[in-house]
């Protein structure tokens, strides 16, 4: 437990999110000071530690080193998907608190074993679901719980980009695939917004002939059955425009949020109800700053964080049966799962844009 009002991080991965987003959102959270790096770039090291004044800078080998030099009190992980569980076990054999971005891991197993590890050490784990903090998302499910579309029925949503050749989300050995990068967006919307777990999914991949995606998939499809006898769908995709929006309709009306998903700029509401039609327009923000601010006063005052270890193995045991599903070409049916607490409008945290910097050896993923 750090001895002041504020937490100290070291960032594991500089690749693109942590640049573009991660490192400049540390100057609009006062309770969290970027203390330390993790990187094998020599580069990157030596200007994002002068652009950004941090003094301590570690290779991937010197990890153990940084997390016992007793200068940093939490990481935030920005690795690819597969290096997510190592990593945050060891930090919390060190004592030190979890940050990691989303999905939480690639295997069930190894999202229970990141839930072990940091309960047994008794540090914090939380994972970087942004949208758990930003406005839209919220007043969203407040619009959805306040009766105003009637009982709700179905969700849809689409979420698409363009992804390089090579880029890590199309690398299987490193967890890439549509539904563990973009479609989890989708089903965690889904699952926030009916404030429920799927009972039984079905899912259809393809990946055509772009070589791009021989290793995995281009696109999946899926379908949810929730409780209460509503459904869920969603279509991702790596080889189609950039998309981003969902719909949640009930018995009343509909909410369509367009864009849904995005960190950068504005995000839109068209709300329905018998026929008359209200759009808000959400101004941008910074998504990531309120993630490190919610998660400091968490390690400060000793509160468990929403959204904790249990939301991230809830995503991925989704991830993972529609995955199944889309193989065998049968639905999967989902064992019982208890999630008690499900983001609110309490949640909500504001801050200003960040400019985009100027990026150390790395490029944006989508073309």
Request: glycine share 6%; hydrophobic share 40%.
């Amino acid at each position: 437990m750090p001895k002041s009002q504020v937490v100290r991080y070291a960032l594991v991965g500089l690749g693109h999110i942590a640049q573009v987003a991660v490192l400049p959102a540390f100057a609009h959270a006062r309770n969290a000071r970027l203390a330390a790096m993790v990187s094998d770039d020599p580069a990157k090291h030596r200007k994002l530690s002068k652009k950004y004044n941090v003094g301590l800078a570690y290779s991937y080998e010197q990890y153990e080193d940084c997390l016992n030099s007793g200068k940093v009190d939490a990481v935030y992980i920005a690795l690819p998907n597969n290096m997510h569980c190592d990593f945050t076990v060891r930090a919390a054999r060190a004592g030190i608190h979890v940050l990691c971005e989303k999905p939480m891991a690639v295997t069930e197993d190894e999202c229970e074993q990141m839930i072990r590890a940091t309960a047994k050490a008794r540090v914090k784990l939380m994972i970087a679901y942004r949208l758990h903090f930003e406005k839209a998302n919220l007043e969203a499910v407040k619009i959805v719980q306040s009766g105003k579309l009637g009982a709700p029925r179905f969700f849809s949503s689409l979420f698409a980009m363009q992804v390089k050749e090579g880029n890590i989300r199309v690398q299987r050995e490193l967890g890439g695939g549509t539904l563990y990068d973009i479609g989890v967006y989708c089903i965690n919307a889904a699952r926030y917004l009916f404030r429920a777990e799927p009972e039984e999914v079905f899912a259809y991949s393809v990946s055509g002939k772009d070589k791009r995606f021989k290793e995995v998939d281009e696109m999946t499809a899926a379908t949810l059955r929730f409780p209460q006898e509503r459904l869920a769908s969603f279509t991702c995709s790596f080889g189609a425009a950039d998309l981003s929006d969902y719909k949640v309709v009930g018995t009343r009306g509909e909410l369509r949020v367009e864009p849904a998903y995005e960190y950068v700029g504005e995000l839109k509401h068209r709300l329905t109800v018998k026929g008359k039609t209200r759009e808000r327009t959400f101004p941008a923000g910074d998504q990531f700053a309120p993630e490190l601010i919610y998660f400091s006063n968490c390690i400060l005052n000793d509160v468990e964080p929403e959204p904790s270890g249990v939301e991230g193995l809830a995503d991925v045991r989704i991830i993972r049966a529609l995955y199944h599903s889309a193989e065998t070409g049968q639905p999967v049916r989902l064992e019982p799962f208890t999630k008690r607490r499900r983001p609110g409008t309490s949640q909500e945290i504001r801050r200003p844009p960040v400019k985009k910097p100027e990026l150390v050896n790395v490029q944006s993923a989508s073309k």
